[in-house]
Structure formats: C-alpha cells, structure tokens
C-alpha cells in the first residue's frame, strides 16, 4: 500500500492524463511502424517520427500556447487561423518583389512586417474585446472572416511561390542536426513561461480569468492584460504564419492556417486549461498541441481511409476529454482516480432513497428530553 | 408511540479534505415537526455536514437513515428524491421565469409530452395559498424582491415530490443562512413560512448567524466545534452566553472594553475629505471627513446607501459630482486604481463575486493588491512574499494555515480574513469594509472587530459598514447615518448614545 499515496499524487498531477494519452497515442503506431521510435542520422539532420511529429507540430504549438492566454483570460481568440493566413502572404510577398530573394536583410525586414502585421490584428482583437466590451468570440471572428479576404487580396488570389533559402530556415531548415523549427518553438514556450511565471503576469491574467470584477476592485489593469494577451496570442500565430508559409515555400491566403484556431482550443482544453478562464498551463498545452499532431500522424500510419479520418479524429478527442473529466473517471474507475469531487455515483438510484412506506408524520412537533 | 422517531439520524459522520478533518464522528438527529439551529463557528463544519447531507459532498464514514432506514445520498437529487430539500443563502432560480415555472421547474405536470400549463398555475397558487402566502404566481420572480424570491425557493423545495406522485413531499427541509439578506419584516413572513411547515410535520434544519433569531424560532440546536459534535440542547435550556461559550469552546472575551476604549480614543488630523461626492442612482451629494485612525461607522437600513457611498469613496462606481481629496491632494476616483494609489482599500460585503478569486490559493489571494499596485513585471520576491503571507496567515489565525490551498475552500470567516490580509498587506492609509462581519460566527466576529480598534490605534482610518448597529456604536469615534440614499446625519459617538437614538435619527431623518 505504500505506493498508493505516490500514485494518487501522479494521477492527480494536472499533466497525468495528457501526458497518459500522448503515450498511448504513440505506442499504439509501434505495431504498424516497427521503427516508430527510432530517429536515424542520415546529411547530418536526424529523421524519425518522433521529430516529425515535433516538426510538424511547431505551428499548432505556437499557435495554442498563445491561444492559453488569451483563455485564461476567460476570452478566446477565432481570429488565429486568419492571422496565420495574412503574415504568410505579406511576408510572401514581399520576398518574392525582391530582386533578391536571398537577402538577408530583405528577409528580415519582410519578417518584420509580417510580424507587424500580426501584432496590428492582435491590437484589433484587444481593442474590441478589453475596451469595446465585445464577446471575445464576436470580436476576433471579424478577423477570422474578413482576415482571409484580406489575405487573398495581398496575395491577389494566387497561391505566392518564394525561393528564399533564409526563409526556408524557419519552418523548412536544420540547425545542430534538428530541424529550425523546433528552436523557434523551445525559445516561445521559454519565453512565453518565463513572461508569465518569472513576472506576476501569470497571477494577474489568472485573476483576471477567475473573477473579473474582483480583479477590477483589486486594481489590476485588466483592460492593459487582457490587450496583451490578444497580442501575444497574434504574435504567436504570425509566427506560426512564417514557418507554415516557410516550410512550404509559398502563400496561400486561402489554405495557410485553415482551422488551426479549432485544433489550437483543442490543444488547451486537452492541456487541462478551462475555457472559463483562470488556472492555465503552458506545459498541458503543449502536450495537447503533440497530442493532436500525433494523432494526424497516428491516422496516416494506421490507414485511416481519408474520407473518415475527421471522425477518427473526433471520436479520439471525445475519449480524451471524457478522461479528463474528474466526474467521467470518477464514474468508470470509482475513486482510485476520482479527484475528491466527483461523487461515486455507483449505487445511482438505490431504492433507500424513496421512501414511500410512512407517511410523514404529522402530530405537533414533539419536544424531545436530551439531557 | 411513546418516543417519536427521528426522522433523519446521522451516525458517526467523518469528511476529510486534503489535510483537513472537516467532520469526525459527528451525530446528529432530527424529528419530525421541529425547527432545529446548527450552531458553530465558521469552519466548526455546519455547511460539510450539509454538504453531506444534502448530496453535495460524498461521505467517508458514518450512516445517514432517513424514516429508519439506512441510505445513501450520492447526489443533490438523490437527496430530493428522498425528501430532503435545500435552499441556499443565494436564490438559485430563474428570474426570468414566472413564480408557477420556478416552483415546478423540472418537474412540469405533463400530459403526452406537452406542459399543463393551466394545471401548473393552479397546482402553483395552491401551494402558495396553502402556505399562507400573498404572491401572484404567474408574474415574473424577478417583480418580486429578494426576500419574497426566498419565500419561492422554500416553496419550489417543498412542493417537490407533490407532482410526480410519489406524495412523499419534504420530510427534511434546509435552509442555510437565509435571513442574512432580509429586513425585520422579511424575517417574520420567513418565520412564519417555517412555523406552517413545522406544524405540517417538516423537520427544518435552520443556520444562522443571528442568534436572536436562533432563540426566536428553533426548538433544540446541535452545537459543533472543529468538525466535532459538543452537544444537542433544546434551546429554552441553554441560554446565549452558556451557548456562544460552547460554540468557541472558553468564555468569551468581552467586547464591551473595545467601547470604552475608542469612547476615550484621540483622532489626528483629517484624512480624506469629500465634497458634494455623489452619483445619480446611488446616494446624493455628501460632505465627508475622516481623520486619521478615525473609525467612521455607517449605519442606516439596507438599501439605504452604506455601500453605495464607500464604493464611491473607492472609485468601484464613478461619482459624478463632487470632489475627493485625500492626504491634501486631490484624488479623481475614476477607477478603483486611483484610490488604491492614494492609499485606500476596500472590503466588499460580497466576498465571492467582489473579493476573492477562487480558484486561486490562499497565497496568491492575499498577495493580489500588493502585486497589482507594483504591476506585472515587478513580482514580489519569492521570499519576501512567503514571509509576508505566513505573517498575516498567522497574525489573522487564518485556518487552514496553508497558503497552498484553494481559497474556494476556506469557511467564510476565514475568506474574510484572506481578504483583510490582502488589504493590510498594502498598508493602506483608509480602509472601507463593508459588512466585514456579515456571514460569519461569534468568534471570528470578535477578532475583526479587535483587529479593527488595534489598527485605528496605530493609526490607520476605517469606514466600517454593518447591518448591527450595536457593532458600530462599538468601534466608531464618528457614525454616519443613512437614510434614503442621502447622508443626513453625522453623530460623535459617546456614552449617551444608544442603537435607540440611532435608531431614532435613521427614522426620523435628523439628530436631535
């Protein structure tokens, strides 16, 4: 018995199920993939699947770890995808106006804007929402809509093809044999937990997230944070933007970022951040983030026929978020995995709780004796 | 028939939290047709014993038999279904709906499928009738005020059962904190609601933190400490002393020192300084000095303006007229932000929608202010923070003494105490709190109120609101008096000053 303490602690650690499923998710390819856990050296660049799904991941990443501010919040941003959609197109199409592509400085100054750019609709979304007092998902769906228009007006409707080789670094390229990528991602999610956990920022937006008015009366500038996480949250989409249209050396104003914002709330409600708000967890997200890329990897390798795979995918999520319910798995395991407030509910309409048999008694209330 | 049997017996009842004990081997028994008091301090475990009861909270040890029979209760519904009802401190109905659709909210009369409408109504105004009440049941809850909205939910809790046909109705009814919000006249037409149920062979479990109202109502009172059981006692064998004793488990300080006290108290010079401050919907135009390490008591009725007049004072509401000055400078009170910076901290009477952020622990709860005034990219230094909280924790005797754990699970004293120490923290110059003792037991109530003359003494100012005008008169140097939204009297206090004359100028509308 001396176990059990140690392991109800590590159930009840908030990455236990994320991290449970993720394994699960990836052992379950070991018997269609044999060598799905080994990563070979082949130019110097280490391949496998494992770094794939990493690589492959880095958008959805960055994308969601923004996404967990803006949740926690209590707000939530549709506008990702569209954004993803317009930094890959201005950032595209400047490259491809210049005479040369290779240009260091023209790649960082269409970086820039690109950038720019992201941080401009972020401020938008901030704006309608912290001072206009717009319901988060009205106001970021103006960009999530019109985003793409404008995305297809930058690119003017074509699909915008580069031949940049820094640009392919970001999302394309290798670096100490591991693709770029996945340094951009390490060095968001470095900044993004030390921004919010080595300074108060992370406190202030779970106050915010927890109890709005209170967070008012205590004399925090909800209105400054909550800007800020409609800003950040765009700055990580605009990066996401970069490596997508990076990694496939073209704009598609159409189809960059589709649906990403969906798979990104995904990502932080598998992560264990509620969408009402408060608690969040930079970590969970992005186990969530991996959770979903190995799942798209999981489908391909198993041969899901690619006209299901969306309901594959769809009954995968269901199950995860049924184990993450404490009431769920209070229910199906009974309380060796019952957080304390799921009530098990085994014995659910026992026939002791309808007593029929006396009528109430109705004689003027008797006073007892008690010594 | 010589020995009435309990209706409801619980045996052994044992609850554990994280690293809390909240109940060990509690009993507790209720017969039908009898009103009965819970007693106990905040965290004595009145409200896990009815967690337990009513479904909320699971049990770890100990037998609930309802009629005799042993049960289980797994959820709130369960215990409905048994014949167990609650009603809260706060209305959990729609306000939107007409009174017949809240009392048979889920649970219509239907017929194929579609609501009796008619049927529903009529089935609606005879319960009411019955129950002695004068309301229309088909306007919409939200015409009625918040007492009346109270008498519904007794009502919508007794008729379950009525309709579909079990006929078991309510054996045990619940009602935790209910009087909290109500005037005089409210209380009475609840009394009178409980004294028809009681004669009609309801066992009613009542809480309150008003003990006249204990002694009023209640046959026999079951007294707990520290999650254990101290006694049952009819009520007309234990008088208030040998029960507030019990309750706090030695005799009781005296409060009466704290009076003579701030009687012979010395005020510095003036503090904060309002001039024509009012807002249209709120209270009128004012004129209002506070010295420093003045205690400045507001009394008048409910609605009469108390908290609408400190929340100006903090910016919550923005005035529009008037001006503020505080220390000598002028303060724009257009946001909470500009009287924090000027050194004033408020307390709201609404601990959970206005004061706490429950999700968050303990700690962070009590370090919000402070860190909200440095701004986000300056954080308290780990160990300057731990040292701070561990010294309010301690200075306040917050239980339990964790700065780990959820605030959402503390007592209610003890989440007013997290919010004083978030408050102290600061160090503020005025500190407003409203109804600061409201919801909480005997003891706790003691500690506020010595904490508040201990810090007008070191010089801090203090706007106290509360309902218990014997609470004011013994802690303020000064009492303002509210009537009708406006601030029509300001009275030193004195010997000669009694709840009566107080009471005198808040009907009459002016000092003699």
Redesign the interface.
Same mark, same amino acid.
């Given at each position: 018995m001396t176990t059990t303490p140690r392991w109800r602690a590590l159930t009840q650690h908030h990455l236990f199920w994320p991290v449970a499923v993720l394994v699960v998710l990836l052992l379950i390819n070991v018997p269609f993939t044999p060598d799905f856990f080994s990563i070979k050296m082949t130019d110097g660049h280490l391949y496998g699947s494992l770094v794939s799904i990493v690589l492959f991941g880095s958008p959805l990443i960055l994308v969601a770890v923004g996404m967990t501010l803006v949740i926690a919040t209590g707000g939530i941003d549709l506008s990702v995808g569209a954004v993803v959609a317009i930094t890959g197109a201005l950032t595209c199409s400047y490259i491809s106006d210049q005479a040369d592509q290779d240009s260091l400085s023209g790649v960082f100054l269409a970086l820039g804007i690109g950038l720019v750019a992201a941080v401009v609709c972020g401020l938008w979304n901030g704006f309608l929402v912290a001072r206009m007092g717009i319901q988060p998902i009205i106001a970021t769906l103006i960009i999530m809509v019109a985003g793409r228009g404008v995305a297809q007006l930058i690119t003017d409707g074509q699909i915008i093809t580069i031949n940049s080789e820094p640009y392919k670094l970001i999302g394309g390229g290798y670096w100490l044999t591991l693709p770029f990528s996945i340094f951009v991602v390490a060095a968001v999610v470095a900044v993004t937990v030390a921004l919010t956990r080595?300074?108060?920022?992370g &406190?202030?937006v779970? $106050?915010v997230g927890?109890?709005a008015?209170?967070?008012?009366?205590?004399?925090?500038?909800s209105m400054r944070?909550k800007i800020m996480v409609y800003v950040f949250c765009a700055l990580c989409a605009g990066i996401a933007g970069l490596m997508i249209s990076s990694n496939t050396s073209a704009a598609d104003g159409n189809n960059a970022g589709l649906w990403i914002e969906l798979d990104a709330i995904l990502a932080v409600v598998i992560g264990g951040t509620s969408l009402l708000g408060?608690?969040f967890s930079i970590g969970g997200t992005v186990v969530g983030a991996l959770v979903i890329q190995t799942l798209t990897t999981t489908i391909y390798t198993i041969g899901v026929p690619t006209q299901t795979n969306l309901v594959f995918k769809a009954a995968v999520v269901i199950v995860v978020c049924l184990l993450q319910s404490p009431k769920f798995r209070a229910k199906v395991f009974g309380n060796k995995f019952g957080s304390?407030a799921g009530?098990?509910?085994k014995?659910?309409?026992?026939s #002791?709780?309808?007593?029929?048999?006396?009528a109430?008694?109705?004689?003027?209330?008797?006073?007892?004796e008690?010594s | 028939m010589a020995e009435?049997?309990p209706?409801l017996e619980m045996t052994g009842i044992v609850k554990e939290?994280?690293g809390v004990r909240a109940l060990s081997g509690v009993d507790f028994r209720l017969?039908?047709?009898?009103i009965h008091a819970l007693m106990g301090e905040n965290g004595a475990g009145k409200s896990t014993l009815i967690k337990v009861l009513t479904?909320v909270?699971?049990l770890d040890g100990g037998t609930i038999a309802?009629?005799g029979? $042993?049960?289980? @209760?797994?959820?709130p519904f369960?215990a409905q279904?048994?014949?167990i009802s609650t009603v809260y401190q706060e209305v959990n109905l729609c306000p939107n709906l007409s009174v017949a659709e809240n009392i048979f909210i889920g649970r219509e009369p239907t017929r194929y499928g579609r609501i009796q409408w008619s049927r529903m109504r009529k089935d609606a105004a005879e319960l009411v009738d019955r129950l002695g009440l004068d309301i229309d049941v088909t306007a919409p809850l939200s015409s009625y005020p918040l007492a009346v909205q109270q008498l519904v939910a007794i009502v919508r809790s007794v008729g379950t059962g009525d309709s579909d046909g079990?006929? #078991?109705?309510t054996?045990v009814l619940v009602l935790d904190e209910p009087t909290s919000s109500l005037d005089r006249d409210e209380v009475l037409e609840l009394f009178r609601l409980m004294r028809r149920l009681?004669?009609?062979?309801?066992a009613i479990l009542f809480v309150s933190h008003f003990l006249d109202q204990i002694y009023e109502i209640c046959?026999?009172m079951t007294v707990l400490r520290n999650g254990t059981l101290v006694g049952?006692?009819?009520v007309s064998e234990l008088d208030q002393v040998g029960l507030i004793q019990l309750m706090i488990g030695k005799a009781m300080d005296q409060l009466e020192g704290l009076h003579e006290h701030q009687l012979h108290a010395e005020v510095g010079e003036t503090l904060l300084q309002a001039e024509g401050l009012g807002r249209t919907g709120g209270v009128a135009p004012f004129d209002l000095e506070i010295k420093k390490g003045e205690v400045l008591g507001l009394a008048g009725l409910l609605g009469s303006g108390r908290t609408e007049l400190a929340r100006l004072l903090?910016g #919550?509401d923005q005035p529009d007229s008037g001006k503020v000055t505080i220390g000598g400078k002028q303060v724009s009170m257009s *946001?909470?932000?500009d009287a924090?910076g000027a050194g004033v901290a408020?307390c $709201?009477e609404n601990r959970k929608?206005?004061?706490?952020?429950?999700? &968050?622990t303990v700690r962070?709860n009590i @370090?919000?202010?402070l860190?909200? *005034?440095?701004?986000?990219?300056?954080? @308290?230094p780990a160990a300057q923070r731990d040292e701070l909280v561990a010294k309010y924790i301690k200075a306040l005797d917050i239980r339990p003494a964790n700065p780990e754990a959820r605030v959402g699970q503390l007592s209610g004293g003890n989440q007013q105490k997290v919010l004083l120490a978030?408050w102290l923290i600061t160090q503020p110059k005025l500190l407003i709190l409203d109804e600061p003792t409201r919801g909480i037991d005997v003891g706790a109530k003691a500690e506020i109120q010595k904490l508040v003359v201990s810090l007008s003494e070191e010089g801090m100012s203090v706007l106290y609101i509360a309902a218990e005008l014997e609470e004011v008169l013994r802690l303020s140097h000064t009492i303002g008096v509210l009537r009708d939204r406006k601030l029509v009297a300001r009275i030193a206090n004195g010997p000669e000053i009694t709840p009566t004359r107080i009471l005198e100028t808040i009907a009459s509308g002016e000092h003699q």
């Amino acid at each position: 018995m001396t176990t059990t303490p140690r392991w109800r602690a590590l159930t009840q650690h908030h990455l236990f199920w994320p991290v449970a499923v993720l394994v699960v998710l990836l052992l379950i390819n070991v018997p269609f993939t044999p060598d799905f856990f080994s990563i070979k050296m082949t130019d110097g660049h280490l391949y496998g699947s494992l770094v794939s799904i990493v690589l492959f991941g880095s958008p959805l990443i960055l994308v969601a770890v923004g996404m967990t501010l803006v949740i926690a919040t209590g707000g939530i941003d549709l506008s990702v995808g569209a954004v993803v959609a317009i930094t890959g197109a201005l950032t595209c199409s400047y490259i491809s106006d210049q005479a040369d592509q290779d240009s260091l400085s023209g790649v960082f100054l269409a970086l820039g804007i690109g950038l720019v750019a992201a941080v401009v609709c972020g401020l938008w979304n901030g704006f309608l929402v912290a001072r206009m007092g717009i319901q988060p998902i009205i106001a970021t769906l103006i960009i999530m809509v019109a985003g793409r228009g404008v995305a297809q007006l930058i690119t003017d409707g074509q699909i915008i093809t580069i031949n940049s080789e820094p640009y392919k670094l970001i999302g394309g390229g290798y670096w100490l044999t591991l693709p770029f990528s996945i340094f951009v991602v390490a060095a968001v999610v470095a900044v993004t937990v030390a921004l919010t956990r080595r300074t108060a920022l992370g &406190l202030l937006v779970e $106050s915010v997230g927890g109890n709005a008015e209170a967070s008012r009366l205590v004399g925090i500038r909800s209105m400054r944070i909550k800007i800020m996480v409609y800003v950040f949250c765009a700055l990580c989409a605009g990066i996401a933007g970069l490596m997508i249209s990076s990694n496939t050396s073209a704009a598609d104003g159409n189809n960059a970022g589709l649906w990403i914002e969906l798979d990104a709330i995904l990502a932080v409600v598998i992560g264990g951040t509620s969408l009402l708000g408060g608690r969040f967890s930079i970590g969970g997200t992005v186990v969530g983030a991996l959770v979903i890329q190995t799942l798209t990897t999981t489908i391909y390798t198993i041969g899901v026929p690619t006209q299901t795979n969306l309901v594959f995918k769809a009954a995968v999520v269901i199950v995860v978020c049924l184990l993450q319910s404490p009431k769920f798995r209070a229910k199906v395991f009974g309380n060796k995995f019952g957080s304390g407030a799921g009530s098990g509910a085994k014995g659910g309409g026992t026939s #002791a709780a309808t007593p029929a048999d006396t009528a109430p008694t109705t004689a003027a209330a008797p006073k007892m004796e008690v010594s | 028939m010589a020995e009435p049997r309990p209706v409801l017996e619980m045996t052994g009842i044992v609850k554990e939290f994280p690293g809390v004990r909240a109940l060990s081997g509690v009993d507790f028994r209720l017969f039908p047709g009898e009103i009965h008091a819970l007693m106990g301090e905040n965290g004595a475990g009145k409200s896990t014993l009815i967690k337990v009861l009513t479904g909320v909270y699971p049990l770890d040890g100990g037998t609930i038999a309802l009629d005799g029979q $042993s049960m289980r @209760i797994d959820s709130p519904f369960q215990a409905q279904q048994a014949g167990i009802s609650t009603v809260y401190q706060e209305v959990n109905l729609c306000p939107n709906l007409s009174v017949a659709e809240n009392i048979f909210i889920g649970r219509e009369p239907t017929r194929y499928g579609r609501i009796q409408w008619s049927r529903m109504r009529k089935d609606a105004a005879e319960l009411v009738d019955r129950l002695g009440l004068d309301i229309d049941v088909t306007a919409p809850l939200s015409s009625y005020p918040l007492a009346v909205q109270q008498l519904v939910a007794i009502v919508r809790s007794v008729g379950t059962g009525d309709s579909d046909g079990a006929g #078991a109705g309510t054996k045990v009814l619940v009602l935790d904190e209910p009087t909290s919000s109500l005037d005089r006249d409210e209380v009475l037409e609840l009394f009178r609601l409980m004294r028809r149920l009681r004669d009609e062979g309801v066992a009613i479990l009542f809480v309150s933190h008003f003990l006249d109202q204990i002694y009023e109502i209640c046959d026999r009172m079951t007294v707990l400490r520290n999650g254990t059981l101290v006694g049952e006692h009819l009520v007309s064998e234990l008088d208030q002393v040998g029960l507030i004793q019990l309750m706090i488990g030695k005799a009781m300080d005296q409060l009466e020192g704290l009076h003579e006290h701030q009687l012979h108290a010395e005020v510095g010079e003036t503090l904060l300084q309002a001039e024509g401050l009012g807002r249209t919907g709120g209270v009128a135009p004012f004129d209002l000095e506070i010295k420093k390490g003045e205690v400045l008591g507001l009394a008048g009725l409910l609605g009469s303006g108390r908290t609408e007049l400190a929340r100006l004072l903090f910016g #919550a509401d923005q005035p529009d007229s008037g001006k503020v000055t505080i220390g000598g400078k002028q303060v724009s009170m257009s *946001a909470p932000n500009d009287a924090i910076g000027a050194g004033v901290a408020f307390c $709201s009477e609404n601990r959970k929608t206005e004061g706490l952020v429950p999700d &968050l622990t303990v700690r962070e709860n009590i @370090i919000l202010a402070l860190q909200a *005034a440095r701004g986000w990219t300056r954080p @308290i230094p780990a160990a300057q923070r731990d040292e701070l909280v561990a010294k309010y924790i301690k200075a306040l005797d917050i239980r339990p003494a964790n700065p780990e754990a959820r605030v959402g699970q503390l007592s209610g004293g003890n989440q007013q105490k997290v919010l004083l120490a978030r408050w102290l923290i600061t160090q503020p110059k005025l500190l407003i709190l409203d109804e600061p003792t409201r919801g909480i037991d005997v003891g706790a109530k003691a500690e506020i109120q010595k904490l508040v003359v201990s810090l007008s003494e070191e010089g801090m100012s203090v706007l106290y609101i509360a309902a218990e005008l014997e609470e004011v008169l013994r802690l303020s140097h000064t009492i303002g008096v509210l009537r009708d939204r406006k601030l029509v009297a300001r009275i030193a206090n004195g010997p000669e000053i009694t709840p009566t004359r107080i009471l005198e100028t808040i009907a009459s509308g002016e000092h003699q």
